[in-house]
């Protein structure tokens, strides 16, 4: 079993649809979570950043996390075309250097 | 403007060649990171450096080796290519402290392996 799972998509829909992307992950130790938004032919790049449980709003994007259930989520409120892009989350272990990354949702906005 | 640069965007090697990817940031980060994104396994760690001289293998590290000469470059190769390396290599750097993960991608290079 991965320690991260992300259901990779791909994901399309209209413009001005609220958009909810999630992943789930089997190890408790993780405490950071954050989601990466990647372009084509881009690297990703840090759309959203969370400590422990609990919600972070910027603008349109929220980022959940539910500890209890080892479930995260981002929220998209009136997508644009521009959200279309894959999505990463990824997430560390406190005291560690580097991440674990889901396989990515590629989401399309349609106008 | 934080800034990781990768030496080439496109790259295309014969099997049996040895292929140097080149990694640089000015942000004076201590850690960096080599990955390889593939469909459906997005990205998997090969190799990550916390400092000068010193490195760390990944996930998978096989038929890969690193080298981190200076602070700021970071150079994964490829000791003989074969076409199962064909894939998105992408370096990341990051500054260490409590709490702060965020890694900072570069563009990515794409080989191809023929």
């Known amino acids: 079993q991965k320690e991260v799972e992300q259901d990779p998509g791909p994901l399309s829909v209209p413009e001005g649809a609220i958009v909810s992307l999630n992943c789930t992950y089997s190890?408790?130790?993780?405490?950071?979570f954050m989601w990466y938004r990647q372009y084509s032919r881009k690297g990703p790049e840090l759309l959203m950043y969370?400590?422990?449980?609990g919600n972070k709003e910027d603008g349109r994007f929220t980022a959940q996390v539910d500890k209890s259930s080892k479930y995260i989520s981002l929220f998209i409120r009136d997508s644009q075309p521009s959200d279309s892009a894959t999505y990463l989350c990824a997430m560390a272990k406190s005291g560690a250097n580097n991440l674990f990354f889901g396989t990515g949702t590629r989401l399309t906005v349609i106008p | 403007d934080v800034k990781v640069t990768q030496s080439s965007r496109y790259l295309v090697k014969r099997t049996g060649e040895k292929v140097f990817l080149e990694c640089v940031q000015d942000m004076d980060h201590e850690n960096m990171f080599w990955y390889r994104q593939d469909p459906g396994l997005g990205l998997r760690l090969i190799y990550f450096?916390?400092?000068?001289?010193?490195?760390e293998k990944g996930d998978i590290p096989e038929g890969y080796s690193v080298s981190r000469e200076k602070k700021e470059r970071f150079s994964l190769i490829l000791e003989s290519a074969s076409t199962n390396q064909t894939s998105m290599y992408l370096c990341?750097?990051?500054?260490?402290?409590?709490?702060?993960?965020?890694?900072?991608f570069g563009p990515g290079t794409r080989l191809t392996v023929t």
């Open positions: 190890n408790s130790a993780f405490q950071y």
């Open positions: 450096s916390y400092d000068v001289k010193m490195k």
């Open positions: 990341a750097s990051s500054a260490p402290g409590q709490g702060n993960y965020e890694q900072y």
């Open positions: 969370t400590y422990s449980s």
